[in-house]
């Protein structure tokens, strides 16, 4: 099963808020920690200066001190709408002094260090803040610790103030982010579906290249495979209607030949004249079953080309011998000696063995048609230093500058005998290219002759080898 195409959309929103979110977070938690501890030192502050009021009210008196708070200063000192306040006054010598005894000391024992000293505690079940500050009061030596507590309401409702003011336009801010996204990913994909679009309007004949001026500069280099994609396909096809076209007149003349064979043979008065044009009528259809032949062979190869072709392991030298073998009697009877030899071991390559004696039969059947009665062919397959195979004739070979010629679809030289159609060396090469092959023209060893090699791609095992 195909997997589900992945949305550009939700990649593109995870891969920019996630790590948005991540750093939104940690910056909301800096600030917050940041924000909060100020705060908390301002409350502090406040809580220090209600015990140094306090520290106002420890009076000392020869060996005694006292602290004094009057009703109404106790009364203010104690009023606040949303926190509790307590205090504890309490003597080096003597402890306890005033306030509320349940207020928990400092754990430090006590001493005349003056520094004010912030702890956090329980009482009465509600978490507090302390400060406890040590005054020796004037005209005494006796050291006096006064502690003053409050509650965390005020605390807690600021650090939730903070945090929503923190949290809650960076959230917005991610949000607003992703939307952003959401919807310039939409209007930024918008040249493409535009261009999916007037391509799918398209008729299948349509080859023209697509105008890319409108196309934004990212998208330009799609436009510009696609372009150079029709241009072959344009090609492509331009060759093919040329194939086509050729294929036809091929045809046409054989059959048209054919046409005016049957009816003189249907107007022959004597069965000597019927004779000869029924002679001519089955070269005629020799001719068109030859063509048919070579065709199908290249379109056969031609559809190997373009699926992926599996091929088997082949013994190359079995199937040639096999193939001189078919060609002895066409060789006897233009008194031609057909030699076969086979160099080293083994001859395997990976190929369609249908195509492979295809191409090997063409490259017999040119030998023997085109080189000279009571001729030499000599047919060679070699296994080192690649697999080759080459069939060599003493005719009267191909001009160099026909050599390339030669390998085009319908091409014949001028004045070649006989009445083929101009596709044997095109399928030679066909089939080599389907695998990997390389055709190679030459002349024979006193250089007369025609010598086509067909030179085999080094097996993934041969390499191996070779390289040991
Ligand atoms: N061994 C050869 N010696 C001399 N000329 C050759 C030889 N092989 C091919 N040719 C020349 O090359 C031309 C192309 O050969 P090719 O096999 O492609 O076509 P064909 O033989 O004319 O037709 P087909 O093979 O399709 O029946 C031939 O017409 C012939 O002139
Ligand atoms: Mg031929």
């Not at 939307?179 to 209007?187: A, E, Q």
């Not at 044997?424 to 190679?440: C, D, P, S, T």
């Amino acid at each position: 099963m195909a997997a589900k195409p992945k949305s550009l959309r939700i990649q593109l929103l995870a891969r920019l808020t996630l790590p948005l979110l991540v750093l939104v977070l940690l910056d909301a938690a800096v600030s917050y920690y940041v924000a909060l501890h100020y705060a908390n030192t301002a409350y502090d502050y406040w809580l220090l200066d209600s015990a140094s009021s306090l520290v106002q009210q420890v009076k000392g008196r020869q060996d005694k001190v006292t602290f004094e708070l009057p009703p109404i200063a106790l009364q203010v000192f104690r009023w606040d709408e949303i926190d509790e306040t307590f205090f504890k006054v309490e003597s080096f010598k003597s402890g306890f002094m005033a306030g509320d005894k349940a207020l928990p000391s400092p754990p430090q024992p006590m001493s005349y260090q003056q520094k004010p000293y912030f702890t956090d505690a329980e009482i009465q079940g509600k978490k507090v803040r302390i400060v406890s500050l040590v005054t020796i009061p004037p005209n005494s030596t006796e050291a006096v610790r006064i502690s003053v507590a409050e509650t965390l309401n005020k605390r807690r409702s600021m650090m939730v103030e903070i945090l929503m003011a923190v949290v809650v336009p960076q959230f917005l801010l991610v949000i607003i982010t992703g939307l952003h996204i959401w919807t310039g990913v939409k209007r930024g994909l918008k040249p493409l579906r535009e261009l999916a679009g007037a391509i799918s309007q398209r008729s299948a004949r349509d080859l023209y290249p697509i105008p890319d001026n409108d196309v934004p500069l990212e998208v330009h280099s799609l436009t510009h495979t696609i372009n150079a994609l029709l241009q072959s396909l344009g090609a492509a096809m331009m060759s093919q209607r040329r194939f086509i076209e050729n294929a036809a007149h091929q045809l046409r003349t054989p059959l048209a030949g054919l046409k005016i064979q049957a009816e003189r043979a249907l107007q022959a008065d004597n069965l000597e004249a019927m004779k000869l044009t029924m002679g001519q009528i089955k070269n005629a259809v020799d001719r068109v079953a030859h063509l048919s032949t070579q065709l199908l062979t290249l379109a056969r190869s031609e559809s190997m080309a373009s699926h992926m072709a599996e091929f088997e392991r082949v013994d190359l030298k079995g199937v040639v011998y096999e193939c001189c073998m078919e060609w002895v009697p066409k060789a006897l009877e233009r008194n031609i000696e057909l030699g076969f030899e086979a160099q080293g071991a083994p001859h395997d390559v990976m190929a369609d063995a249908t195509l492979l004696r295809e191409s090997i039969n063409n490259l017999l059947d040119n030998a023997i048609r085109y080189s000279n009665a009571g001729g030499q062919i000599n047919v060679l397959v070699r296994s080192s230093p690649r697999v080759l195979l080459s069939v060599e004739d003493n005719g009267p070979g191909i001009q160099a500058s026909e050599t390339d010629k030669v390998f085009e679809r319908f091409y014949r030289i001028p004045g070649s005998p006989g009445d083929g159609c101009g596709l044997g060396l095109a399928i030679v090469k066909e089939i080599a290219e389907l695998h990997n092959a390389q055709v190679e023209m030459g002349c024979g060893p006193q250089g007369t002759g025609t010598r086509v090699t067909v030179v085999f791609p080094v097996a993934s095992d041969d390499v191996r080898r070779l390289k040991r």
